[in-house]
């Protein structure tokens, strides 16, 4: 299947520091990318869709300007969390649509955020 | 609203036993699909299958099989002659044609625990 590619699998930053998470789809084009959330022994909850070329869309409740989303390419999307603080220690990650509806979502590898 | 529940939180049997894990879902749209996927405790999603609301037929994969009701709204996976390898945290996922780029809205999961 496609592969989409989250780095780094592993972060630990200092409380008030930004943190900058990338996930590339390596051999298609992903028009439309997902950034999820997981805490430990939840599900995983969707934070923003993510357009190439357009502004995020946000799910309610997920602070904009704290999650920032830049969709800059068709295999290129990042996630930063601006001055993170330890309540946004959490798993976070991403998954990317090949084609439309009718085909599957492939996730990244996932991000393991903690904040110190 | 679309919403998934996985009812079983955690699930333990021993190896060579058959499980079912349960999914219902709620959708007011016509036209959806749903999907399995497994998460090791590496943390990566795997994607096991993807089914659209227009096919019932049951579907079969060496081990796996699962069952599409749309009557009951459930689309139930069945591992048979479970393994140790088996072991992770299955999530159920909904997403509809009339989201945006067709996100996906998670179950609970269940956490399997195959004892050898």
């Known amino acids: 299947g496609a592969v989409v590619s989250q780095h780094p699998s592993r972060v630990i930053c200092k409380s008030g520091t930004s943190v900058k998470i990338e996930c590339r789809s390596l051999d298609f084009q992903a028009t439309t990318m997902f950034w999820y959330r997981q805490f430990p022994k939840q599900s995983l909850m969707l934070m923003a869709t993510s357009n190439e070329g357009s502004k995020a869309t946000y799910e309610q409740g997920v602070e904009k300007d704290k999650f920032l989303i830049n969709h800059a390419s068709l295999t290129l999307s990042t996630l930063t969390v601006t001055s993170a603080h330890p309540e946004d220690s959490s798993f976070y990650i991403c998954?990317?649509?090949?084609?439309?509806?009718?085909?599957?979502?492939?996730f990244g590898q996932g991000t393991r955020l903690t904040v110190v | 609203a679309q919403k998934v529940t996985q009812a079983q939180t955690e699930i333990s049997v021993v190896e060579k036993e058959d499980v079912t894990l349960d999914c219902v879902y709620e959708t007011r749209d016509t036209t959806y699909y749903l999907f399995w996927y497994k998460q090791p405790p590496s943390g990566e999603l795997v994607f096991l299958i993807r089914?659209?609301?227009?096919?019932?037929q049951n579907e079969i994969s060496g081990r796996y099989s699962w069952n599409f009701q749309k009557s009951t709204s459930s689309f139930n996976f069945t591992i048979t002659a479970s393994q140790v390898v088996d072991s992770a945290v299955y999530f159920c996922a909904l997403s509809e044609v009339g989201n945006q780029g067709g996100k996906l809205i998670f179950g609970q999961g269940t956490e399997l625990s195959v004892k050898p």
């Open positions: 089914r659209n609301s227009f096919d019932e």
């Open positions: 998954s990317a649509r090949e084609g439309g509806l009718n085909t599957e979502a492939f």
